[in-house]
């Protein structure tokens, strides 16, 4: 109990930090950003033991996610969403400081990363895994543990579209738009009921629309619209696939 008490409050003060540190790069105060996120990070490496802490000298290095034991145990025994979504979170704050310096590809390295990190999430729902450095741990809904997912904090259920949105605007950036479709198309074919939501159509569509002549994006949309049809993917609203009625 006082391991989980103590994941909980630092998965809070991530939380925290993280949106504070959104808040300044949103200003341009990108530097009081950084001490953010290299804050949140720190105190994430300190809990689950983990030296290899996300700071702006360590330019080259992407944050180590390696699970502890403990982290995993705990990770087991709580719902609580933050706990599950600090590691990807840390990914993503990483991602967000280099692209607010205009480091596109590294900002999208990270984005790819957390991306990866949350497919393998949702896949390995009953073990802890660990590839490379992504550590994946999802919870037993245990009835003795019965905190809630956000524990007063108003979290997403999953950071996948926020991460899918920063990822398509680094593709941009970088003039990779065809590695972000084969992600996201890769994403729609493993599992359509899991991964095709509103935004990541959305997102795929307009990169479609970018990326393509007139004749293929507006093929490529309606192929998309057809799979959530078929799957009954009835919360997607039309305009997620920015057909034009004339094509």
């Not at 991964?195 to 998309?224: P, Q």
Request: hydrophobic residues 40%; positive net charge.
């Amino acid at each position: 109990r006082k391991e989980l008490v103590t994941a909980i409050s630092t998965a809070a003060r991530v939380e925290i930090c993280s949106r504070q540190g959104r808040m300044m790069l949103q200003i341009g105060a990108l530097a009081e950003g950084q001490m953010l996120f290299d804050a949140a990070a720190k105190d994430w490496a300190l809990f689950d033991g983990d030296n290899n802490v996300i700071s702006n000298k360590q330019q080259q290095n992407q944050p180590s996610l390696l699970a502890t034991k403990k982290l995993i145990l705990i990770s087991k025994y709580s719902l609580s969403r933050l706990i599950q979504q600090a590691p990807a979170q840390l990914l993503i704050n990483a991602g967000l400081a280099k692209f607010a310096h205009q480091k596109y590809d590294a900002a999208m390295s990270f984005f790819r990363k957390t991306v990866e990190y949350q497919r393998l999430s949702i896949h390995n729902s009953n073990y802890p895994i660990v590839t490379s450095d992504v550590v994946v741990h999802n919870p037993s809904h245990l009835d003795e543990h019965s905190l809630s997912p956000g524990i007063g904090f108003d979290t997403d259920p999953s950071l996948l579209t926020q991460s899918l949105n920063n990822m398509s605007l680094c593709s941009l950036y970088t003039c990779e738009m065809k590695k972000a479709v084969q992600v996201m198309e890769s994403m729609v074919r493993e599992s359509p009921t899991t991964y095709l939501t509103e935004g990541l159509a959305f997102n795929l569509c307009t990169l479609y629309e970018l990326g393509s002549d007139n004749t293929s994006s507006a093929r490529k949309k309606k192929v998309l619209q057809l799979i959530s049809k078929q799957f009954n993917l009835h919360d997607i609203g039309v305009e997620s696939f920015r057909i034009n009625p004339r094509d």
